[in-house]
């Protein structure tokens, strides 16, 4: 099957190009730097831009599913080109469609599922891959500094997402359907610092901040008042639809969702001390 997969180098994209080529699959990967693009041979890498879908409306000849994520550009800003993108997708016979959302329900999805594509919505909760901004302190110093601590949250190994993606680009029976996607276990900043320091064998201090004391440190970093507002919100009052686990990816894959055990394993020359000769 051809399927073409928009945001190819980010971090669900990139696992829904390597899943599907190790399927089989003929898989395009729409990007708008392909220089960025490291994929395995066979990957067709396809240098184009969501918000300008002219540049990329060739590569749909022949495709019969595509994966789409609904921002564009490095401010995540809602995507205002969807329309345009459906009527491509559809005039190139295109029969099936997956949109990753994030945040705020956006234009895209609204007009996806008024197209004639058989639609997937991807609904994931927090990415582990997020706790990769833990890796330089703990690296150097050992800690971790942190508000909301004990906040509880269902968090998804990214690989996860790209899986119940994978079947839906790729199999009948997902058409019209919103999937949640969590992890199998509800777990808090506090247990996943222990399980990471349990991998490396030593113990991480976290050194507890005040709501207040995290917002400063957010703002002395450059993050835009907007962002920092919406993590005091969804960190310091977690939605129930964020720690509550989903049998999806068991249930559309067959397979249980990933530990966030075994993501920390996967990264642990990220979290690990560097020593020198």
Excluded: C
Excluded at 77 to 88: H, P, R, S, V
Excluded at 123 to 135: I, S, T
Excluded at 143 to 168: N, S, W, Y
Excluded at 192 to 203: D, F, Q, R, S
């Amino acid at each position: 099957m051809k399927i073409l997969v928009t945001g190819a180098t980010g971090t669900v994209g990139g696992h829904i190009v390597h899943q599907l080529h190790a399927a089989g699959h003929q898989v395009l990967a729409l990007t708008r730097s392909a220089a960025k693009a490291n994929f395995p041979a066979g990957v067709t890498v396809v240098e184009g831009d969501l918000t300008q879908p002219a540049t990329f409306g060739a590569a749909l000849n022949g495709v019969e599913a595509m994966h789409l994520i609904n921002f564009g550009g490095d401010d995540y800003a809602d995507l205002q080109t969807g329309e345009e993108i459906i009527a491509l997708a559809e005039k190139a016979g295109v029969k099936r469609v997956t949109v990753l959302l994030g945040g705020a329900p956006g234009q895209l999805e609204e007009l996806v599922q008024k197209s004639s594509l058989a639609w997937t919505l991807l609904q994931p909760v927090e990415f582990m891959d997020n706790m990769l901004e833990w890796a330089e302190s703990i690296r150097n110093e050992g800690k971790v500094r942190l508000a909301f601590v004990d906040r509880k949250t269902a968090i998804v190994h990214e690989a996860d997402i790209a899986a119940v993606a994978v079947a839906a680009l790729t199999q009948d029976g997902h058409g019209g359907k919103t999937y949640p996607i969590t992890g199998r276990e509800v777990l808090s900043p506090r247990k996943m610092i222990a399980t990471i320091g349990e991998m490396l064998g030593k113990t991480i201090v976290i050194d507890e901040l005040a709501p207040e004391q995290a917002q400063d440190e957010m703002r002395a970093a450059g993050q835009p008042e907007e962002l920092i507002q919406f993590f005091m919100w969804v960190y310091g009052n977690p939605p129930e639809i964020g720690y509550t686990v989903a049998p999806t990816v068991q249930d559309v894959t067959g397979k249980p969702a990933r530990t966030f055990a075994q993501w920390a394993a996967e990264h642990k020359t990220a979290f690990a001390e560097i020593v020198t000769a």
